[in-house]
């Protein structure tokens, strides 16, 4: 019975999976993503009157409020059919790759953001109980939207785009899952790609424009970034191949630093960035900035002056408060005369973290805009190089954008 109830739930729905020209290709997975819409209308379905329900709650005093919200989640906790749905969406292949790589989030995480819909997004871990409300009450919109983008996304052309890169071969895959999620962006693991349709479209939108004219995205884009995780897979074997050994723990960091510079410059030929974000990424005081906390960083880890926790720390904060000061700084030059804190918010997703803008940065000089498709091989298959072949690219009067002299020659031992 439970089977054939979400059988009919998903006809009923309309979002049981179509036959696309990805339906026949085993490499696309995006159970999760039906299956999550299928949650949102089955919360609103099973919590009927819901609207006059947060009308009312507007009324109450805070700790009112929290009494009959409390009370509203027991009841959902408590439904057998959300339940069922819950535990089966989060135990899918694709969760439990990202609970295994994003350890900030938790499935009771997960299980209390949907319980607590559709009257409120709580505080939560990586924005998630915000991120799932928003989405549930623009459910109608985005399911529409996504039925008939599912349909135009060509995954076969994503992966030659993505092959572009490499030399000439075989380059296994396993799948390429559909997500929807305010923690984490795209990315790629355990040999597989995961393509945000939150971080990836939902969030490159102002706030108040969000979940209208959807079908002004762009398909070209949306391919891009798929055959940006698919670069990433294919790079795995040959640009972090098994059974590489340091002398010491500060060898293993300069490595690992060096080499995810490469693989996201690499990655980024499949989709070149634009607009605001190229402006940011390549503006002069931005790139001085990272330049001087990577020389920094490598030259301290060349004279063993660090603790290898103070190094993880600092590697864990370069893509949030790092990051984020410098998309601040940005803006302040930028619209001297505009609400910082505003634009800072609206453009979070874009802020410069060194290892994706440097890589963007450097990659795109040394292959000269991907003219030179031989260059990215070589780094790929020869990441020490990256700072010299970098360095030979610029002009006089570039010394401050330079990788000090000193990390250069360290890296020309290897």
């Not at 059974?243 to 995810?260: A, L, M, P, V, Y």
């Not at 954008?401 to 000193?406: G, T």
Request: glycine share 6%.
């Amino acid at each position: 019975m439970r089977k054939l109830f979400f059988f009919l739930l998903f006809v009923v729905t309309g979002i049981f999976p179509c036959h696309s020209k990805q339906a026949g290709n085993n490499l696309f997975d995006d159970s999760a993503m039906t299956k999550l819409i299928t949650l949102m209308d089955s919360i609103t379905a099973r919590n009927a009157g819901y609207e006059r329900v947060i009308a009312q709650l507007d009324t109450l005093s805070r700790e009112n409020r929290m009494k009959v919200i409390v009370s509203l989640r027991g009841r959902n906790a408590n439904d057998s059919v959300l339940r069922t749905m819950i535990d089966e969406l989060l135990a899918l292949e694709p969760y439990q790759i990202y609970f295994s790589r994003f350890r900030n989030v938790t499935p009771a995480d997960f299980r209390l953001a949907f319980n607590t819909l559709p009257y409120v997004g709580l505080d939560s871990p990586g924005s998630i109980a915000e991120t799932f409300y928003e989405l549930i009450h623009h459910r109608n919109v985005f399911q529409e939207w996504y039925r008939t983008i599912r349909g135009k996304i060509d995954i076969q052309r994503c992966v030659t785009a993505a092959r572009e890169w490499f030399p000439k071969g075989e380059y296994p895959l396993n799948k390429i899952y559909f997500i929807y999620d305010g923690n984490a962006g795209s990315f790629a693991e355990q040999g597989c790609a995961f393509f945000n349709l939150c971080s990836e479209v939902v969030s490159k939108m102002p706030r108040e424009k969000r979940f209208k004219n959807m079908d002004e995205v762009n398909i070209g884009v949306l391919e891009g970034v798929i055959a940006h995780e698919l670069n990433h897979v294919m790079a795995e074997p040959i640009l972090f191949p098994a059974g590489r050994t340091f002398t010491s723990w500060e060898d293993r960091w300069k490595d690992r630093i060096t080499r995810n510079i490469v693989s996201e410059g690499v990655a980024f030929r499949c989709n070149p960035i634009t607009g605001f974000q190229k402006n940011l990424w390549e503006d002069r005081a931005t790139i001085v900035s990272l330049l001087k906390e990577l020389n920094g960083k490598l030259l301290s880890l060349d004279r063993h002056e660090l603790q290898e926790n103070d190094v993880r720390e600092w590697y864990g904060k370069l893509s949030q408060e790092f990051a984020a000061s410098l998309l601040k700084q940005y803006l302040q030059k930028t619209y001297p005369d505009s609400a910082v804190k505003t634009l800072a918010v609206q453009n979070s997703v874009f802020r410069p973290d060194l290892v994706h803008a440097l890589g963007w940065w450097m990659v795109s000089r040394i292959t000269e805009n991907g003219v030179k498709k031989e260059k990215a091989i070589e780094l790929l298959t020869n990441p020490a190089s990256l700072y010299e072949l970098y360095n030979k690219t610029l002009e006089r009067g570039m010394d401050d954008v330079a990788v000090d002299a000193r990390v250069v020659a360290m890296f020309s031992k290897h």
